[in-house]
């Protein structure tokens, strides 16, 4: 089974600067994809960002991009520019391409902006 | 992009009683659409998947004649909370594939359901 570990349940961030937001997981598989998504007041689940296990190169999407290290199993996002908008739940979120196709989350990490 | 609709946002139920809940892509088919449950500050947890025209697939804990899910059509699955307790109450999230193939893998999330058992 898959496990998906987000070691810090909060962040905070001033508006501009950046922040990271870690997450490991684990796994035997070898063909999976990532994801990054965003839990505002709403409670809405937006996709932020996706990456590919067999792409060596990180996903960049924006303001958003990944560090991902596939041999330490980690996939952390970066987030640059910080604005107040940006301030929710972000999840990590891993998907065995060989197993049903569900997604399995991390704990969740709440990010604050600050103005 | 792909939508999926879900209702009700908020139902509140008394106890003993049974609700449902809908989950629709608006735009697109669903063969395989998923549910979750979400306790405050917590995780989503997924229950079931949900593929049409067969059984759902329940994760262990989670009890299918408590919650039972029916995907009738390519749009359209359902989770019944039955004869709801306190307990249940949550938030219950589905979300669908949206993907267009392999290498377009994406899920569409509904907004949510809370529900409240009184």
């Known amino acids: 089974a898959q496990t998906v570990t987000q070691s810090q349940p909060e962040m905070s961030v001033q508006e501009a600067e950046t922040v990271t937001l870690s997450c490991t997981y684990d796994t035997s598989e070898n063909n999976y994809y990532l994801f990054w998504y965003k839990q505002p007041p709403s409670r809405q689940m937006i996709l932020v960002i996706r990456?590919?296990?067999?792409?060596?190169q990180n996903a960049t999407e924006n303001r958003f991009s990944v560090n991902f290290q596939k041999a330490a199993k980690s996939f952390s996002l970066k987030i640059s520019d910080s604005q107040l908008g940006d301030t929710a739940m972000y999840f990590c979120a891993f998907m065995n391409n060989n197993a049903g196709n569900m997604l399995t989350f991390g704990g969740g990490t709440r990010l604050m902006v600050k103005p | 992009g792909a939508v999926v609709s879900q209702h009700p946002s908020r139902v509140i139920c008394k106890s003993g009683t049974s609700v449902k809940i809908e989950c629709r892509s608006l735009?697109?088919?669903?063969?395989?659409m998923f549910w979750y449950r979400q306790f405050p500050k917590q995780s989503l947890m997924l229950m079931a998947t949900s593929n049409e025209g067969s059984k759902a697939t329940y994760e262990q804990g989670v009890e299918k004649d408590k919650f039972l899910i029916n995907h009738a059509s390519l749009t359209l699955s359902t989770l019944t909370v039955t004869s709801a307790h306190p307990e249940d109450s949550s938030f219950y999230i589905c979300s669908a594939r949206d993907g267009g193939g392999p290498r377009n893998y994406g899920y569409t999330f509904g907004s949510g359901t809370r529900l409240t058992v009184v």
């Open positions: 735009d697109f088919q669903a063969t395989t």
């Open positions: 990456q590919e296990a067999y792409k060596q």
